[in-house]
Nanobody, 119 residues
Framework: VQLQAFGGGAVQAGGSLTLACAAS????????IAWYHQAPERPRELVAS???????NYADSVKGRFSISRDNANNTVYLQMNSLKREDTGAYYC??????????????WGQGTLVTVSS
């Protein structure tokens, strides 16, 4: 398995969770890693991403609440989620995006981890 997501669980609104995405060394070293959120009966949406050089990008809905970081020593990307809201409930997936050849890039998805936020 080259990409695995961990850390989901149940939390009350206003609480915090940290998700982790562990990748194989080869995938991690060449990939932009992103987290996606899929609420029930909704399409999968980008939450945050981080490039190999550490440049980050966030969806407007999570700016100021979520923080993405990468631990190069452990080939892991973390998503720190604070001030959680009910609408943050759903499955969270991590994705590795990397260059293959020419203009081509490849996506590799990990399995989801479930977050449930209750009021």
């Amino acid at each position: 398995v080259q990409l695995q997501a961990f850390g989901g669980g149940a939390v009350q609104a206003g609480g915090s969770l940290t998700l982790a995405c562990a990748a194989s060394r080869r995938i991690f070293s060449i990939s932009t890693i992103a987290w996606y959120h899929q609420a029930p009966e909704r399409p999968r949406e980008l939450v945050a991403s981080i490039t190999t050089s550490g440049t980050t990008n966030y969806a407007d809905s999570v700016k100021g609440r979520f923080s993405i970081s990468r631990d190069n020593a452990n080939n892991t990307v973390y998503l720190q989620m604070n001030s959680l809201k009910r609408e943050d409930t759903g499955a969270y997936y991590c994705k590795a995006n990397y260059h293959t050849s020419g203009w081509n890039r490849n996506n590799y998805w990990g399995q989801g981890t479930l977050v449930t936020v209750s009021s």
